[in-house]
């Protein structure tokens, strides 16, 4: 076993602050303690701060996911306070103030801490059906994104391949499931794909036979969106071609159908692409501080914690961002970027021996959503925008809040080269391995590629035939 390895010497008497997880959250919390005398290790099982809002970007081959993912070390290089560790945080162990982590090859590492911040995030939620990861995988991380991008560009490839038109059809339906901002955006960054970008890419197939389903269990899209927004947002994606299922539950699904349940009773739709948009739960982590804490979490796995963000009974302890239930805020990324230089605050009055700073209050700037590349929605500062104006102000917002100048550079560039002057995507990278992983093996429940027997060979493969060209 291994106590604080790698990276600065612990210095004898310094403050020790641990930071678990280095998302909108982790990092606020280190960055607000630059200044302060203390020493900060922020573990991540990454080595990046992922800005997750622009996944969607990333599985849609618009930006590199380099733009959005700048490296946790480089992003606190001037910090000196701090250091940033790759490795896995498996327990924490708040009698003996140590957390305990694995690192890549599965060296065990003791974190000793006098103050500890946990911001470990969320990860898909299945709503107790996790088979169905295995056919429809979510997004939120990195490699989540590249496999979708990689998933969904592989089906119009087959599209290409297939003379049996049903064959054709089945690797042209996409369906995914789940509209809250995420399904949105993703629906509609498929449907710009199928209906505007690669038309003219592809000889045999016409992509703009593409189906794109959106699923809903509720009553409108945007649920959390104020009506006008939501009325607005069904009518732009089904004039860009989405078919949108309110009411609607996915039920059932297997490699290549779905089966849902909506109004009209049960209905099963042949498809290859399911892409989950649909829940989220607390990371693994909330449940460990509970139980230590002797308390609930609710039923997003969320741990409970006191206003000022401490885990009730362990004030050394801090849990902020999507894992904590705290005032009913969301789990976008204000709250946890509040809470975040909050936590910092308190940690630095502390070790200055300074009285506590006001009690927490979350300030609301609002939610948005884009609908392709040239609509969005906004309701923020007691506006409710829809269209090109309510897009400029998502992208303005989204650029501001990317970390470092280069990233936002690059996003302004690689956005105008892509949605205005050239029309393309610029990443747009598979090859058949990466293909091949998609279309004939999928993942497995814990979201690993899984080998299965791939379907009959299609027809081309066995005639030698070419698919008829397509016209017009
Ligand atoms: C696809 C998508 C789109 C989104 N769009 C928006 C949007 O448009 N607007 C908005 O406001 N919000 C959006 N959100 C939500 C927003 O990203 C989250 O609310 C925010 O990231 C929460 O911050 P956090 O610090 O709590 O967690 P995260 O940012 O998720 O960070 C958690 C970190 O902890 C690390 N970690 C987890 N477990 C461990 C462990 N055991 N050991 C070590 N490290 C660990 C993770 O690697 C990660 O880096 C979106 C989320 C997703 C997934």
Same mark, same amino acid.
């Given at each position: 076993?291994?106590?604080?390895?790698?990276?600065?010497?612990?210095?004898?008497?310094?403050?020790?602050?641990?930071?678990?997880?280095?998302?909108?959250?982790?990092?606020?919390?280190?960055?607000?303690?630059?200044?302060?005398?203390?020493?900060?290790?922020?573990? $991540?099982?990454?080595?990046?701060?992922?800005?997750?809002?622009?996944?969607?970007?990333?599985?849609?081959?618009?930006?590199?996911?380099?733009?959005?993912?700048?490296?946790?070390?480089?992003?606190?290089?001037?910090?000196?306070?701090?250091?940033?560790?790759?490795?896995?945080?498996?327990?924490?162990?708040?009698?003996?103030?140590?957390?305990?982590?694995?690192?890549?090859?599965?060296?065990?590492?003791?974190?000793?801490? $006098?103050?500890?911040?946990?911001?470990?995030?969320?990860?898909?939620?299945?709503?107790?059906?996790?088979?169905?990861?295995?056919?429809?995988?979510?997004?939120?991380?990195?490699?989540?994104?590249?496999?979708?991008?990689?998933?969904?560009?592989?089906?119009?490839?087959?599209?290409?391949?297939?003379?049996?038109?049903?064959?054709?059809?089945?690797?042209?339906?996409?369906?995914?499931?789940?509209?809250?901002?995420?399904?949105?955006?993703?629906?509609?960054?498929?449907?710009?794909?199928?209906?505007?970008?690669?038309?003219?890419?592809?000889?045999?197939?016409?992509?703009?036979?593409?189906?794109?389903?959106?699923?809903?269990?509720?009553?409108?899209?945007?649920?959390?969106?104020?009506?006008?927004?939501?009325?607005?947002?069904?009518?732009?994606?089904?004039?860009?071609?989405?078919?949108?299922?309110?009411?609607?539950?996915?039920?059932?699904?297997?490699?290549?159908?779905?089966?849902?349940?909506?109004?009209?009773?049960?209905?099963?739709?042949?498809?290859?692409?399911?892409?989950?948009?649909?829940?989220?739960?607390?990371?693994?982590?909330?449940?460990?501080?509970?139980?230590?804490?002797?308390?609930?979490?609710?039923?997003?796995?969320?741990?409970?914690?006191?206003?000022?963000?401490?885990?009730?009974?362990?004030?050394?302890?801090?849990?902020?961002?999507?894992?904590?239930?705290?005032?009913?805020?969301?789990?976008?990324?204000?709250?946890?970027?509040?809470?975040?230089?909050?936590?910092?605050?308190?940690?630095?009055?502390?070790?200055?021996?300074?009285?506590?700073?006001?009690?927490?209050?979350?300030?609301?700037?609002?939610?948005?959503?884009?609908?392709?590349?040239?609509?969005?929605?906004?309701?923020?500062?007691?506006?409710?925008?829809?269209?090109?104006?309510?897009?400029?102000?998502?992208?303005?917002?989204?650029?501001?809040?990317?970390?470092?100048?280069?990233?936002?550079?690059?996003?302004?560039?690689?956005?105008?080269?892509?949605?205005?002057?050239?029309?393309?995507?610029?990443?747009?990278?598979?090859?058949?391995?990466?293909?091949?992983?998609?279309?004939?093996?999928?993942?497995?429940?814990?979201?690993?590629?899984?080998?299965?027997?791939?379907?009959?060979?299609?027809?081309?493969?066995?005639?030698?035939?070419?698919?008829?060209?397509?016209?017009?």
């Amino acid at each position: 076993m291994t106590a604080a390895t790698n990276g600065t010497a612990a210095t004898p008497g310094r403050h020790r602050v641990v930071v678990v997880g280095g998302g909108f959250g982790g990092l606020n919390v280190t960055r607000a303690l630059a200044d302060t005398d203390v020493e900060v290790t922020l573990v $991540d099982r990454t080595n990046h701060h992922l800005f997750q809002p622009l996944l969607y970007q990333v599985a849609a081959g618009i930006l590199p996911p380099g733009l959005i993912a700048p490296a946790l070390r480089s992003v606190i290089r001037t910090q000196t306070n701090a250091r940033a560790l790759l490795a896995d945080v498996q327990e924490l162990e708040l009698d003996r103030r140590v957390v305990r982590a694995r690192g890549p090859d599965g060296r065990n590492l003791e974190l000793p801490y $006098d103050t500890l911040v946990v911001a470990a995030g969320a990860t898909h939620s299945y709503f107790g059906k996790d088979e169905f990861a295995e056919y429809a995988p979510g997004m939120k991380t990195v490699e989540d994104a590249r496999y979708l991008r990689d998933g969904i560009l592989s089906k119009f490839e087959m599209a290409e391949l297939a003379t049996d038109p049903v064959e054709r059809a089945e690797w042209l339906t996409f369906v995914v499931i789940g509209a809250g901002p995420t399904g949105v955006e993703l629906v509609g960054q498929i449907a710009e794909l199928a209906h505007k970008v690669l038309p003219k890419d592809y000889r045999s197939v016409d992509t703009r036979e593409a189906r794109i389903i959106l699923l809903e269990g509720t009553g409108a899209v945007l649920p959390p969106f104020a009506p006008k927004l939501q009325e607005y947002t069904k009518k732009r994606l089904e004039k860009m071609g989405v078919e949108v299922r309110l009411n609607t539950l996915a039920v059932d699904m297997d490699h290549d159908s779905i089966t849902m349940k909506g109004p009209d009773g049960l209905e099963t739709i042949r498809t290859r692409t399911r892409i989950w948009a649909a829940g989220v739960q607390a990371s693994p982590l909330a449940k460990r501080l509970a139980e230590k804490a002797g308390v609930e979490t609710d039923r997003a796995g969320r741990v409970p914690v006191n206003p000022d963000c401490t885990l009730p009974g362990h004030p050394e302890v801090f849990a902020i961002g999507d894992m904590v239930a705290l005032d009913k805020l969301p789990g976008v990324a204000q709250p946890a970027m509040q809470e975040g230089k909050y936590v910092g605050k308190v940690i630095k009055a502390r070790v200055r021996g300074e009285g506590p700073p006001a009690p927490f209050k979350y300030f609301d700037k609002g939610s948005m959503a884009t609908i392709g590349h040239r609509a969005a929605v906004a309701d923020a500062f007691g506006m409710k925008l829809t269209g090109f104006i309510a897009y400029v102000m998502w992208g303005f917002i989204h650029v501001l809040y990317l970390v470092g100048w280069g990233n936002r550079l690059g996003t302004l560039y690689t956005w105008a080269r892509a949605l205005w002057f050239s029309k393309n995507r610029g990443h747009r990278i598979i090859t058949f391995e990466s293909a091949k992983t998609d279309v004939t093996e999928g993942r497995t429940t814990a979201g690993r590629p899984r080998p299965i027997l791939p379907r009959a060979a299609p027809a081309m493969g066995e005639t030698g035939s070419v698919p008829p060209r397509h016209v017009g």
